[in-house]
């Protein structure tokens, strides 16, 4: 195969370019095309999934009353916490496929209205099996979000620019950390308004934004470039031409359908154990700060809002120098082994003021992987291919949602601390690290 100036051959990511001026122009993408399409769909999509991601985590600062107040132990609440995932994952590919079919205004903005309702039903919780029940509908309801903008995204930015894309879209996590951080507290402190707890106010104003922002996209968000009135032709005719050629060269390649794919499996199970650390120690985060210091659910609130602050910097500056050099997967893997160090440091060291900022760290980390990790798929899947092959990632991925939270609760309740499941948590981000090696070597070969 002949490789076109500055597209990324599907079976050699790490020689994806930079975003300068130069390779603008080799890929025909040009410096206001690329500058209109960010700026008109990033900060809309991020805005989505911030409010997705503190949808699903929002009960990690209500359970510091709701828990108390329904009597729900640690096991009870990590199996209500990780439910979520379940019918998530499982409704991960059909979700994609009628995004690819019906087109992403339509759907997205269906995904953010239902999500949106059931977030606000929670405030109605009394029971644990209400608590499970509400949990695995919002999973339900919220499946197809994240691999859904993973897609719409190729359908707008050429390889060489997807993993600073990913990683500007992406800083929505971190950054929704920081915003619900800050917000927690006051809601939290709204205990007796109206007759309602402070928690019940937690998933009430936290639901309605989604249900709003659900017209938004259906009214801003275009199906793809031939949609956007905002382009002019030429422009249109840019995207259009430079992803065509990508997928001409990509279907060179004769790559086997995703769910044949090893790469899309051994993707799905790096994501596996990363997002099991993730919301194994996010779910637990507030109650495990206030535990190590005896702060306030204010200060916890806003220390958590600055590691997400400081995370939105660690993405975007990981994203941006993985793109600048061309390099994908020790972007990923050396923060992988650092947040591995982190939490094994922070359980053993007994005191708060060295585990306090590590387990920090080890969530910043977390956030400095994204941009090259998510880059990487989407150079070997195109079109339908790249809707099955990121749903089902991101499906066998969510497994760890549901065991990280789970397992952490258990340990808990087990042990009387979280001593031991923060430790465990360095083995999952090893053997993250391995399997980006063996990844590593797959997509260097030719298929």
Not at 8 to 34: E, F, H, V, Y
Request: a positive charge.
């Amino acid at each position: 195969m002949t490789d076109l100036p500055a597209v990324a051959p599907a079976s050699q990511p790490d020689t994806s370019p930079s975003l300068d001026a130069k390779t603008l122009t080799a890929t025909g993408i040009g410096k206001q095309t690329a500058r209109k399409i960010t700026w008109r769909l990033i900060p809309l999509l991020s805005v989505g999934y911030a409010i997705a991601y503190i949808d699903r985590i929002n009960i990690s600062f209500a359970a510091l009353q709701m828990n108390r107040d329904l009597r729900f132990s640690a096991t009870i609440y990590g199996l209500g916490a990780g439910l979520f995932f379940l019918s998530y994952s499982a409704c991960e590919i059909p979700s994609n496929l009628m995004l690819h079919r019906i087109g992403a205004r339509r759907w997205m903005a269906r995904i953010l209205l239902t999500w949106g309702v059931l977030a606000m039903l929670m405030a109605r919780v009394r029971t644990p099996m209400e608590f499970y029940g509400l949990r695995l509908l919002l999973g339900a309801a919220e499946a197809g979000f994240f691999p859904g903008v993973l897609y719409y995204l190729t359908l707008w930015f050429p390889a060489g620019m997807r993993a600073r894309a990913i990683s500007r879209f992406y800083v929505a996590l971190p950054l929704s950390t920081a915003i619900m951080g800050s917000v927690a507290g006051v809601l939290l402190g709204m205990q007796g308004r109206l007759g309602l707890a402070g928690w019940q106010w937690l998933f009430l104003v936290e639901g309605l934004p989604a249900i709003l922002l659900s017209g938004v996209f259906l009214r801003l968000l275009p199906d793809r470039p031939a949609d956007a009135a905002w382009l002019e032709p030429r422009e249109r005719s840019e995207i259009e031409a430079v992803l065509a050629r990508e997928a001409i060269e990509a279907g060179k390649l004769h790559s086997p359908s995703p769910l044949r794919d090893p790469r899309v499996w051994l993707f799905g199970l790096a994501n596996t154990v990363m997002l099991a650390v993730l919301y194994a120690f996010t779910f637990s985060a507030p109650i495990l700060f206030t535990g190590l210091t005896h702060w306030s659910v204010m200060a916890v609130g806003n220390f958590i809002s600055a590691m997400g602050l400081v995370g939105v910097v660690a993405m975007v500056a990981n994203g941006w120098h993985s793109d600048r050099n061309g390099e994908r997967f020790w972007h990923a893997a050396v923060p992988g082994f650092l947040q591995a160090v982190a939490f094994l440091v922070a359980a053993v060291a007994h005191r708060a003021v060295i585990s306090v900022p590590l387990l920090a760290l080890a969530f910043v980390l977390f956030a400095a992987i994204q941009g090259p990790l998510l880059m990487l798929p989407t150079t070997f899947l195109h079109g339908r291919n790249a809707a099955v092959g990121l749903a089902t990632i991101n499906m066998v991925g969510m497994v760890g949602g549901f065991v990280g939270p789970s397992l952490m609760g258990i340990l808990r309740d087990w042990t009387g601390s979280y001593e031991l499941g923060i430790a465990l948590l360095a083995l999952p981000m090893l053997a993250f690290c391995g399997i980006l090696l063996v990844l590593r070597r797959l997509l260097g070969r030719r298929p």
